[in-house]
């Protein structure tokens, strides 16, 4: 059941804001995007397209959660990337092929898990715990630094001290929520615009639309 172009419910004199299953499976939420934004599921990397979230700082309070599919295995493919150095100043995570996860976090630390093609994920990483869909797979992380003062960047990672794109990530985003020093910062929902059909993520907390800062458009769709 596609629900995506559905703006609003209402249900005798309330509007409703979720609708999801016994099992915790949202099948529709209010948006809150404008109306020259059409929601939908996701949006998709070939390995060319990355995000820059226009956040230049981080503190070591930085929290992010991500919901993601691999679409193509690579030996590294970045899910976010913010560093100053590779691995004392740094917040950045990629993806190991089917493997698990390289988390570089004060160190660069392995984290195995068996992953699919196709399959969504939802990974959230705190300053001191990296959680797969609820399953803690890394605990008592220590964060040595104390702010990361570089661009925060989702879908691809950047040498330190240059902006070239590099480690591109082959896979759809079904949303991102970033917080910092307990503040939501970003709250990233996929959508295109309706005037030119250009995908990107819609951040619902400074109401701005980020498309690709890498080459050619990311595509988009509903499962």
């Given at each position: 059941?596609?629900?995506?172009?559905?703006?609003?419910?209402?249900?005798?004199?309330?509007?409703v804001?979720?609708?999801?299953?016994?099992?915790?499976?949202?099948?529709?939420?209010?948006?809150?995007?404008?109306?020259?934004?059409?929601?939908?599921?996701y949006?998709?990397?070939?390995?060319?397209?990355?995000?820059?979230?226009?956040?230049?700082?981080?503190?070591?309070?930085?929290?992010?959660?991500?919901?993601?599919?691999?679409?193509?295995?690579?030996?590294?493919?970045?899910?976010?990337?913010?560093?100053?150095?590779?691995?004392?100043?740094?917040?950045?995570?990629?993806?190991?092929?089917?493997?698990?996860?390289?988390?570089?976090?004060?160190?660069?630390?392995?984290?195995?898990?068996?992953?699919?093609?196709?399959?969504?994920?939802?990974?959230?990483?705190?300053?001191?715990?990296?959680?797969?869909?609820?399953?803690?797979?890394?605990?008592?992380?220590?964060?040595?630094?104390?702010?990361?003062?570089?661009?925060?960047?989702?879908?691809?990672?950047?040498?330190?001290?240059?902006s070239?794109?590099?480690?591109?990530?082959?896979?759809?985003?079904?949303?991102?929520?970033?917080?910092?020093?307990?503040?939501?910062?970003?709250?990233?929902i996929?959508?295109?615009?309706?005037?030119?059909?250009?995908a990107?993520?819609?951040?619902?907390?400074?109401?701005?639309?980020?498309?690709?800062?890498?080459?050619?458009?990311?595509?988009?769709?509903?499962?």
């Amino acid at each position: 059941m596609n629900l995506s172009n559905v703006k609003s419910i209402i249900i005798g004199n309330k509007e409703v804001k979720k609708i999801e299953d016994t099992q915790g499976n949202v099948w529709w939420k209010k948006s809150g995007l404008p109306s020259e934004y059409t929601l939908v599921d996701y949006i998709e990397s070939n390995g060319t397209q990355y995000i820059n979230t226009g956040i230049t700082s981080i503190t070591k309070d930085f929290n992010i959660e991500m919901d993601f599919k691999i679409t193509t295995s690579q030996s590294f493919q970045a899910l976010w990337c913010c560093r100053t150095h590779n691995v004392d100043v740094t917040r950045t995570c990629f993806t190991t092929g089917l493997t698990g996860f390289r988390n570089d976090q004060g160190t660069q630390t392995p984290i195995s898990a068996s992953l699919s093609l196709n399959q969504k994920y939802n990974l959230k990483s705190t300053k001191t715990q990296f959680i797969l869909d609820d399953v803690v797979l890394k605990d008592n992380i220590s964060t040595t630094n104390n702010a990361i003062n570089d661009k925060l960047w989702l879908f691809a990672a950047y040498a330190v001290g240059t902006s070239t794109a590099s480690n591109y990530f082959y896979g759809k985003l079904y949303g991102c929520k970033i917080w910092d020093s307990g503040n939501l910062i970003r709250e990233f929902i996929p959508c295109y615009r309706n005037s030119d059909s250009v995908a990107g993520l819609y951040d619902l907390v400074n109401n701005v639309f980020y498309v690709s800062a890498g080459s050619g458009e990311f595509s988009y769709g509903n499962d």
